[in-house]
């Protein structure tokens, strides 16, 4: 019974320090710019300082989404205390012109339910152009077109490789080829890419740079509207959605007019382009020979090491840098399992990344940087630190090892908390957080069983008061439920206290001899009472469909009828004096029609 007792509070306890947790956790949004034009890019940026799941962006109404959510994290380790921070970030181009609103996201923090801030963006008129293309081709000779329009105007996707490994890197551009004068355009769909991974390399509203290719033995304007970088998230054929766009375009016509044939003549046709779907062949990575260490990298990388001290005390802190380096994933890797040497205390890394992104993919150096400190003094080697990865062009994986470092850890200082000492020296012990002391010299104390604190009543009393406070709130949580499900009678048990403050205002206005504010209020309280009390809307409220229903209800007739005469001179004192009651006598009356009400219903 007593072990039950004690697992019930340590749960409370966890349970109480995740809430905590997630109450300190802030969730918030940010714009790049308050004010932007139509067809503007901008940025709309959800940053969480701790790790979450479940996030939940809003809507976007009024606004294109081109690119997100781009996620990105980082952590941080300060004298042994660890931080880190997400963010979800989007790239939008508003629809039309006013005042809009971004509705709040929302994430989930241990359980808790964040929400962020609203934003308001102010949209002006922008020139009119689309976010992704100029809004008249670049200067260049002008192509004479083909009978067949889609022929002369089309979005090509390109891909660097169909056939890959399961987070092998590949690209994808997706080129705008034209023979015609583009007058406007307008963005209709961004491929979802849904079972990729996505790094964007050109963004929607960058710079357009056209030349001239010949595609199939014609010679077309092109010029890049977006470009990305994919890794596959799992094996299977993966389909690269298609990216449309609607176009306004100017082609000549014939005419008989002798000056639209001298001058030429001209119509602006509105056409609907979108590139082919393209197929991705995912090949698994292969089960059989897979590293024990491998942590999701695949490309070709090389490994290095830093320790920044090579001599120590015990309990010092020292600092390792792995840095691995090459060409793939390096956004997507994992945490790396690295066994450092027994006696070592290891934090979570920071990783920090100096990364490349162009056609060719991403190439750089991600380096984690892990806080050690040794505990006991000694001699120690790093020498078996292994990073694992899949090399595509080979097929295989390959092992790589860190330099190896010998560490020299000195006896530590005897007045820290925690430290170390020689085992050979028989006067000194381990003491580690201060759980083993010197022995003890000098006479005993010694006490009975049961004369301290712990198993007395006290002590179990202590222990009972946490599941019972528990169980009290569970069982009241379930009374509250039940007693506020049905929100008919909740209204009408409440009719009376909303009564009650119409009469106190009533009250008031009789004492400052406001006669017509007080029938107001004497005449609000009570036909807003009975609408609560008899659940009848207050718009089809009426004396006689109240006198039906309070019947109905089994009330007498004498206050029935007490209650009408009531209603009648409140409705009547509200546009003649009258004379035969007193404003006093009015209050008494209404106070009374709802106490008998109360009683005999």
Not at 43 to 65: A, M
Not at 153 to 164: H, L, M, Q, R, S
Not at 256 to 282: A, N
Not at 522 to 529: A, E
Request: proline residues 5%; aromatic residues 10%.
């Amino acid at each position: 019974m007593i072990i039950n007792i004690k697992i019930c509070i340590f749960s409370l306890l966890l349970l109480c320090a995740s809430g905590v947790y997630g109450q300190n956790a802030t969730f918030s949004a940010s714009v790049s710019s308050a004010q932007v034009a139509t067809g503007e890019q901008f940025e709309v940026t959800f940053s969480l300082n701790g790790n979450g799941e479940g996030f939940k962006p809003p809507s976007f109404r009024g606004f294109q989404v081109l690119s997100g959510p781009n996620v990105s994290s980082s952590m941080t380790v300060i004298n042994g205390n660890m931080s880190s921070s997400n963010s979800y970030s989007y790239y939008l181009v508003a629809e039309k012109v006013g005042v809009l609103s971004i509705e709040p996201a929302t994430i989930f923090v241990n359980g808790n339910r964040l929400k962020s801030n609203s934003l308001q963006i102010r949209v002006v008129k922008g020139n009119g152009a689309s976010p992704n293309t100029p809004a008249q081709v670049a200067p260049v000779a002008p192509l004479t077109t083909s009978g067949n329009l889609a022929k002369s105007i089309f979005i090509k996707a390109d891909v660097n490789k169909t056939n890959v490994f399961q987070g092998e890197q590949l690209v994808v551009n997706y080129k705008l080829y034209t023979r015609v004068d583009i007058v406007g355009n307008e963005l209709n769909k961004l491929p979802e890419l849904n079972g990729f991974w996505s790094q964007d390399l050109k963004k929607p509203n960058e710079n357009t740079q056209w030349n001239r290719e010949v595609y199939k033995g014609v010679e077309y304007n092109v010029t890049p509207l977006k470009e990305t970088i994919l890794f596959p998230e799992h094996s299977g054929n993966l389909v690269i959605d298609p990216l449309g766009m609607a176009f306004v375009v100017r082609q000549p016509v014939k005419s008989d007019d002798i000056f639209d044939q001298f001058f030429g003549s001209y119509e602006e046709v509105k056409i609907q382009v979108k590139s082919k779907p393209i197929t991705i062949h995912v090949k698994p990575l292969p089960i059989a020979s897979k590293p024990e260490n491998f942590s999701g990298a695949v490309g070709n990388f090389s490994i290095n090491a830093i320790l920044d001290k090579r001599e120590l005390k015990a309990n010092e802190a020292l600092n390792y840098q792995l840095k691995i380096s090459g060409t793939g994933n390096l956004k997507l890797l994992d945490k790396l399992a690295i066994n450092f040497p027994k006696g070592f205390e290891k934090y979570d890394p920071k990783i920090t990344d100096s990364l490349n992104e162009n056609l060719d993919g991403v190439s750089g150096k991600r380096t984690y940087t892990y806080v050690l400190v040794p505990r006991q003094e000694g001699k120690y080697a790093m020498n078996d630190i292994k990073f694992s990865y899949f090399n595509p062009a080979s097929g295989k994986y390959v092992s790589l090892l860190a330099p190896v470092f010998e560490v020299k850890v000195n006896k530590g200082d005897p007045s820290a908390d925690v430290t170390a000492f020689s085992p050979a020296d028989k006067q000194d012990v381990d003491v580690l957080n201060k759980d083993i002391r010197y022995i003890k010299t000098g006479e005993a104390e010694f006490y009975r069983e049961g004369e301290g604190f712990y198993g007395s009543y006290s002590y179990y009393l202590l222990l009972a008061i946490g599941p019972i406070l528990f169980l009290s709130a569970l069982g009241y949580r379930k009374w509250d439920q039940k007693n506020n499900s049905d929100l008919v009678k909740v209204k009408s048990r409440k009719a009376g206290k909303v009564a009650a403050k119409h009469l106190a205002n009533a009250q008031t206005q009789l004492q400052s001899s406001n006669s017509k504010a007080f029938y107001e209020a004497i005449s609000k309280g009570l036909y807003g009472y009975l609408s609560d009390k008899l659940n009848i809307p207050i718009a089809v409220l009426s004396k006689e469909k109240i006198a039906q229903e309070l019947k109905a209800r089994s009330l007498s007739d004498e206050s029935i009828v007490e209650l009408n005469d009531t209603l009648d001179l409140c409705e009547l004192a509200r546009y003649a004096p009258v004379t035969s009651v007193s404003d006093s006598d009015i209050m008494t009356r209404a106070k009374n029609s709802i106490n008998d009400i109360e009683i005999q219903l």
